[in-house]
């Protein structure tokens, strides 16, 4: 299976009431991040059986997003065990569920989904991995152990498209 694991993409500022914060949706910016990384994910031309969201709005809008970009005409799935809070061992059994899958797609939240990323890689959670708002991560689960194949965040994907925008033609001298 290829496991793609998604942060969400920008929200804003945290709210100090929990209550809030769950119902916290995507900024502009959240949104232009989404379409960034559908397209590149569709340019990589990743396949997705199924899309697995955390409840939290912001994951539910992000996995919405990006589903709609790739042509996804599922309903996006829901799970606890991508809550920020959530535990690995949850986590393991969300990917019990879904093992007959030959790609799948989960939103999460950060500490928990960096954390989740570095045990599946290492095993033990030894590696401190980076997963900016909207980053996307490739693990292939066939191999034992579980092995990164790559890890794109937003920023890093809008820096390449700029400087290839700008330096796409040739020069050629006037004389």
């Given at each position: 299976?290829?496991?793609?694991?998604?942060?969400?993409a920008?929200a804003g500022?945290?709210?100090?009431?929990p209550?809030?914060d769950?119902k916290?949706g995507?900024?502009?910016e959240g949104?232009?991040?989404?379409m960034?990384?559908a397209r590149?994910?569709s340019?990589l031309k990743v396949q997705?059986?199924v899309?697995v969201?955390?409840p939290l709005?912001?994951?539910l809008?992000t996995?919405?997003?990006?589903g709609?970009?790739?042509g996804?005409d599922?309903?996006?799935?829901?799970?606890?065990?991508l809550?920020?809070v959530?535990?690995?061992?949850?986590?393991?059994?969300?990917?019990?569920?879904y093992?007959?899958?030959e790609?799948v797609l989960?939103v999460?939240?950060n500490?928990?989904l960096?954390?989740?990323?570095?045990?599946?890689?290492?095993g033990?959670g030894?590696?401190n991995?980076?997963?900016?708002?909207?980053?996307?991560a490739?693990i292939?689960l066939?191999?034992?152990p579980?092995q990164?194949?790559w890890l794109?965040?937003p920023?890093m994907?809008r820096?390449i498209?700029?400087?290839?925008?700008?330096?796409?033609?040739?020069?050629?001298?006037?004389?």
């Amino acid at each position: 299976m290829n496991l793609y694991l998604m942060r969400h993409a920008n929200a804003g500022l945290n709210r100090p009431n929990p209550l809030l914060d769950c119902k916290r949706g995507l900024i502009k910016e959240g949104k232009e991040q989404c379409m960034l990384m559908a397209r590149v994910l569709s340019a990589l031309k990743v396949q997705v059986d199924v899309i697995v969201s955390s409840p939290l709005k912001r994951a539910l809008q992000t996995a919405q997003f990006v589903g709609t970009e790739l042509g996804y005409d599922s309903k996006v799935e829901i799970s606890s065990a991508l809550e920020p809070v959530a535990e690995y061992a949850d986590f393991q059994d969300l990917l019990a569920k879904y093992s007959d899958r030959e790609g799948v797609l989960v939103v999460g939240h950060n500490p928990s989904l960096f954390q989740f990323l570095g045990k599946l890689v290492t095993g033990n959670g030894g590696a401190n991995l980076r997963m900016r708002k909207g980053a996307v991560a490739r693990i292939d689960l066939d191999r034992h152990p579980p092995q990164l194949q790559w890890l794109i965040d937003p920023r890093m994907v809008r820096s390449i498209y700029a400087s290839v925008a700008k330096n796409s033609r040739p020069k050629t001298s006037r004389k």
